[in-house]
C-alpha cells in the first residue's frame, strides 16, 4: 500500500482537498469539494502511518463498510469511499455546529433539557437500530445535532452492523470503546447486543444530569471490569433534589445485567416522552449502591457467567414494539372495545416485552368553547384516563408495559397519527363501527389512520359486524 500524500490542494477522486479541520488518534478530517456535489462535505482519512494503532486501519474497514448502507436525518449522507489500495477514505457531508462535546462545561443540565436531548438521542439510536447496527462508541464527541433538531449519530469505527463481518471481534481480543461509556458485557466480549448502547446513553444521561461519570474516569481494563460486579451511587445520593422517575429510568439503563435494562431503546424514548407515567420500582428510592457483599457475590460468580446469545437487532426490537390501542370511552361501544382487548391480547401473548399504549381522543369543538367538566362535574380527561385504566385492567400487564393516554384534538384522525409518529409506534390497533352518511362523506378516522400511519395498522370489527361496509370508522365522542 502506498504511502498516503493528502495536503490541501491535492485531488482525489475527483474530491478537492481543503483543509485539516480536525485530527483525532484514528482519523483526520478535511473538507472536501466536488463538481457534482453542491452540499458541504468532509472526507474522513485514517492514520496508516509507522507506529499508528492497527486498529485504526480495521475501525476504519468497519466505517468504510457500513457507513454507505445508512440512510436517515440521524446519521451523516455519505458520498463516497476509497480503499487501501490507492487512498482510503470516506466523505460524508459537513453537519453545521458542533459536537455534544461543547456542552460538558454546562453540566450538569437542568433534568427537563438533559430529558430532552436524551430523548432526541435514543430516537437516533432506535433508526440505527433498526437499520441492523449497533453504534458502540455513544458519548458527547459522536453526537451533533442538525438545525432543524434532529441528533446525528457519528463515527462507524466500532460499530457492529448485523449483516456485515465484525472484524474487530475477529482481529483483536481487547474490548474497543470509550472507557466511561462501556457497557459490562464488552468485557466478555460481546458485540451484537443493542442494548450495550442502552448503557452507554443511560452513562450520558447521568453525568449529563449529575455532573459526574457513574464509573469514573478509569480507563484501565481493571479499572472498566469492575463495573461487572459494582454498580454506580445513585444519583440521588449526589442530588438530594433528583426526580425519582428520572433516577428510575437512569439505573434501569445501567444496570449490570442487560436483561434488566430496556429491552429496545425506543422503550427509554417512551418513557422520556412520558415522565409521568414511569412505573416507580425500588432503584426510584435507592440512596446507595448495592452492598459489598453482593458486589462480592457477583464477582466470585463472574468466572461462571458466559456471554448469553442474543437474536440479532432486527429480531430483538420485532421482539420488543411499543404497541397502541386507540379506544373509544364513550356509551354505546363496549363490544367494539371487547374486540379490540381481544386482539390486543392475542398480540401481547407473543410478545413478552411488548408495551402497549392505551390512547383515547377527547374531541374538542371547532368553534365552541370546550368545558373540563362534565354534566356531573367530573373531569372527562381523568375520567377517560380511569376508564383506559378499566379497559386494561383484564390484559394483567405490568405497569412497566402500560400507559394510558388522553389527546385533545379536533381531528382524532391526525391526533392518533401524530401521536404514533411523535412516539415510535410499531403497531397500532384501532376500531372500527358500522357507517354512517355523515363518515361517508368526511371519511372515517380508522380509514384515515389505516392510509396515513407509518406502522402496521390492524383495524377490528366485533364478530357482528363482520358484514359492515369498508371504511366504517370509530365515533370519537
Known sequence: MPKPLVKSGAVIDGYTIGECVH???????????????????????????????PAAIVSFEMEMMILPRLAGPHVPACFGTGDFA?????????????????????????????????A?????????????????????????????????????????????????????????????????????????????????????????????????????????????????????KLRADYPPWLQEVVLRCLEIDPAWRYPTVSQLAFDLAHP???????????????????????RFNLGAVQPRATADVAAQIASSPILAVALDTAEGAP???????????RILATLPSARLACVNVLKLNRIAVDKTLDEQGSNKHIDRMVALRHWA?????????????????????????????????????????????RRTLLGSVSAKVASEAACTVTVVRPPRMATAKPGAGVVWG
Open 393 to 437: 385492567a383484564p390484559l394483567k400487564l405490568d405497569e412497566s408495559r402500560l400507559t394510558v393516554h388522553v389527546l385533545e384534538a379536533v381531528d382524532p384522525a391526525t391526533a392518533l397519527l401524530e401521536f404514533a409518529e411523535m412516539n415510535s409506534v410499531d403497531h397500532l390497533i384501532i376500531g372500527a363501527r358500522q357507517g354512517s352518511f
Open 120 to 236: 432526541k438521542i435514543a430516537t437516533a439510536l432506535a433508526d440505527l437500530h433498526r437499520q441492523n447496527v449497533i453504534h458502540h462508541d455513544i458519548k458527547p464527541s459522536s453526537i451533533m445535532f442538525r438545525e432543524s433538531g434532529e441528533a446525528v449519530l457519528i463515527d462507524y469505527g466500532l460499530s457492529h452492523h448485523n449483516h456485515l463481518p465484525d472484524l474487530l471481534q475477529e482481529e483483536f481480543r481487547l474490548p474497543y470503546g470509550t472507557a466511561p461509556y462501556m457497557a459490562p458485557e464488552r468485557l466478555l466480549g460481546v458485540r451484537d447486543d443493542p442494548r450495550s448502547d442502552l448503557f452507554s446513553l443511560g452513562v450520558l444521561l447521568y453525568f449529563f444530569t449529575t455532573g459526574e461519570r457513574p464509573f469514573g474516569e478509569g480507563e484501565t481494563l481493571r479499572a472498566m471490569r469492575r463495573r461487572l460486579w459494582r454498580d454506580p451511587h445513585p444519583p440521588r
Open 276 to 298: 409521568d407515567q414511569v412505573k416507580l420500582t425500588a432503584r426510584s428510592e435507592r440512596l446507595k449502591r448495592d452492598s459489598l457483599s453482593v458486589a462480592w457475590r457477583r
Open 335 to 345: 363490544e367494539l372495545n371487547e374486540a379490540l382487548r381481544i386482539t390486543t391480547e
Open 86 to 118: 490507492h487512498q482510503a477514505y470516506v466523505v460524508i457531508e459537513r453537519i453545521a455546529g458542533t459536537t455534544l462535546y461543547k456542552r460538558l462545561p454546562d453540566l450538569p443540565l437542568p433534568y427537563d433539557e438533559a430529558r430532552q436531548l436524551v
Open 23 to 53: 485530527a483525532g488518534g484514528m482519523a483526520t478530517l478535511w473538507t472536501v469539494t466536488h463538481p457534482g456535489i453542491d452540499v458541504p462535505l468532509l472526507m474522513k482519512i485514517p492514520r496508516v502511518s509507522e507506529g499508528e494503532d
